[in-house]
């Protein structure tokens, strides 16, 4: 059994003047790396969750944005293209604006702030995973949702992350991930990153969790997020919401881990976050197959906000917020 809490699964890839995605619409059955050779096509596979999870969009975002500068493209209109792309996770904004605030158009400069980018999320996923089990006691089980590993970010995971790093350091026996509908990322995704690394995981339907709950109290529910507002409220993968409510009602702890990226300080709270609407096929159908009748109505938001009050712990590269208010954020967000 691997006990090394390196991930091997990379997801994003700069080769030959080129940005190459692994699809992850396709796995874990087929593994196929799609190219992207402009802005535009890098925001089509932002958009069809070619790549998905808050920082591996930002981190692609900002190689999209190189992509045109290389090819002496029009900055402006790469911009665009690309903050159009999803409007929920703020490291997408966060990336672009970094990139658009070197003011330069030149290609080769444009890629090495890209692979900062990149490199620096690696790097704060690692400090995050021991920040986060440090947390953890020994022994115990946890549930996780969505998939937040190093799929969704430059690699390592936040979530995900934490939960390799405590099994590296011995202290988690059994994970159990929620299978994440309409997407299906715990049951694609997830399960098949914990089961590359022998990190024993049960799948369960994301119905199933309040049971679970009662019958086997994981210590701790470890969630990602894909926006952070000032007041601590976080937006995340749909279904997390519940998590939460249910977490808090049968006495176990609930974790938030996500850089400093993710937070979005001008929002004063999770009211203002702009909550994607996908399509409703995507509900209506499993991979291309309908499932309920012909014409049935339905609604897909993608993610939902988890009030501040119900989180136990906010885990960044820059330290924990425990029980998070707008003091406590803004002390952490302003450390050096
Ligand atoms: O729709 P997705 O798959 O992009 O949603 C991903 C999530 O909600 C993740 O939990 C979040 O981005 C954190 S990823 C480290």
Not at 10 to 25: G, M, P, Y
Not at 236 to 256: C, D, P, Q
């Amino acid at each position: 059994m691997s006990q090394s809490s390196q991930s091997q699964v990379v997801a994003i890839e700069w080769r030959q003047q080129s940005l190459f995605l692994l699809d992850q619409r396709v796995l874990p059955h087929e593994h196929s790396m799609i190219e992207c050779k402009t802005a535009a096509e890098t925001a089509d596979a932002i958009r069809e969750m070619v790549v998905r999870g808050a920082p591996a969009i930002g981190i692609s975002a900002a190689y999209g944005y190189a992509l045109d500068a290389l090819a002496g493209r029009d900055l402006a209109e790469a911009y665009k293209v690309l903050a159009e792309s999803r409007p929920t996770a703020v490291n997408l904004f966060w990336a672009l604006e970094r990139m658009a605030s070197l003011n330069t158009s030149d290609g080769q400069t444009l890629l090495a702030e890209a692979r900062k980018i990149h490199e620096e999320d690696i790097q704060a996923n690692h400090t995050m995973g021991q920040f986060g089990a440090s947390l953890i006691s020994d022994g115990v089980q946890v549930y996780t949702h969505c998939n937040t590993g190093a799929l969704a970010t430059g690699g390592h995971g936040t979530a995900l992350g934490v939960i390799r790093s405590a099994f590296a350091d011995g202290k988690i026996q059994h994970v159990y991930a929620g299978e994440t509908r309409p997407w299906l990322q715990g049951a694609r995704l997830t399960a098949w990153e914990l089961m590359q690394d022998d990190i024993p995981v049960s799948l369960v339907c994301d119905g199933a969790a309040a049971q679970l709950f009662r019958a086997e109290k994981p210590e701790w529910v470890i969630v990602g997020a894909d926006r952070i507002t000032a007041n601590g409220d976080v937006a995340n993968k749909i279904g997390t919401y519940s998590l939460a409510v249910n977490a808090k009602h049968h006495g176990m702890k609930f974790m938030v881990v996500a850089p400093t990226t993710t937070f979005d300080m001008e929002l004063a709270s999770g009211d203002l976050i702009p909550i994607e609407q996908r399509p409703m096929q995507e509900v209506t159908s499993i991979q291309g197959k309908q499932i309920a009748p012909e014409g049935c109505n339905a609604i897909n938001p993608s993610f939902d906000v988890t009030p501040a009050e119900l989180i136990d712990a906010i885990v960044t590269e820059k330290g924990i917020v425990r029980n998070p208010t707008t003091e406590a954020m803004a002390e952490l967000f302003n450390r050096s």
